[in-house]
């Protein structure tokens, strides 16, 4: 058996050359009919896992940008151009009517930014959308627009953390956050999060037909409605392939 040590240093080792960006995640869901029966996504769409639990469920508005900028990855994607695209279109599973479709949407984006906001809205965003759209329990869904004070940032990955904690004063809250971070924008979002540990309300609209989504930190907090309908509807009309990734499945010999 593996001491605590060994699997650290594993974990150190695979974490270091993953990303979900380009490539893949170092770690994943294995469904192996004990721990984890089934697809966890798929549950709580069909609404068999956690029918009766409210939820809260969002993302930030740059999450590829962790990934990309700190390594000098942004000019790279860009310089690939159409290899990047091809790639991305690959690990998403999409026809070329949903790259078509977010080029439009952002005429003046690199390709790093049509590649990161892709693969993103393939993991993360659609995956959240269905499981709002589906489930019968409440759904609370907000995103987090507030730019890093670090260059290239812009409102990446695990940005909001120190925003929903309070926490903007300690040191990775910081690391991501730069300085400066706004108060205001902390006590916006701690005490939603609060309220919705309290009473299930964190202050604004269930998820319903309209698609409302709480957006932090782009003026004062405010209700859009809608704002990924045009990506999402990219995704259903196309039937290339399967949405979302899967957990894998044990074999066993």
């Known amino acids: 058996a593996a001491d605590r040590r060994q699997l650290l240093r594993a974990q150190a080792e695979v974490g270091r050359f993953s990303s979900p960006v380009l490539g893949g995640p170092g770690f994943g869901l294995v469904v192996d009919d004990d721990v984890l029966p089934r697809d966890p996504l798929q549950a709580l769409v069909d609404g068999d896992a956690a029918p009766g639990v409210d939820l809260m469920l969002g993302w930030t508005r740059d999450e590829y940008r962790l990934w990309l900028v700190p390594g000098g990855l942004v000019e790279r994607v860009d310089r690939l151009?159409?290899?990047?695209?091809?790639?991305?279109?690959?690990?998403?599973?999409?026809?070329?009517?949903?790259?078509?479709?977010?080029?439009?949407?952002?005429?003046?984006?690199?390709?790093?930014?049509?590649?990161?906001?892709?693969?993103?809205?393939?993991?993360?965003?659609?995956?959240?959308?269905r499981v709002a759209d589906a489930r019968p329990g409440s759904s609370y869904v907000y995103e987090f627009a507030w730019p890093s004070s670090l260059p290239g940032l812009g409102a990446c990955h695990a940005l909001e953390l120190g925003f929903v904690f309070d926490s903007g004063d300690g040191p990775d809250a910081r690391r991501l956050a730069g300085e400066g971070a706004p108060q205001e924008l902390a006590d916006a979002m701690h005490g939603a999060w609060v309220r919705f540990v309290e009473s299930g309300d964190p202050g604004w609209e269930a998820w319903d037909a309209a698609h409302p989504v709480r957006v932090f930190g782009d003026g004062a907090p405010h209700t859009a409605y809608g704002p990924l309908d045009p990506e999402y509807d990219l995704w259903k009309a196309d039937v290339t392939g399967p949405r979302g990734t899967r957990p894998r499945r044990l074999v066993r010999r």
């Open 81 to 129: 151009g159409a290899v990047a695209l091809a790639g991305a279109r690959a690990r998403c599973h999409c026809g070329n009517e949903v790259i078509r479709g977010y080029r439009a949407a952002r005429p003046d984006a690199g390709t790093a930014e049509i590649v990161g906001q892709l693969v993103t809205d393939h993991l993360l965003r659609i995956p959240m959308h």
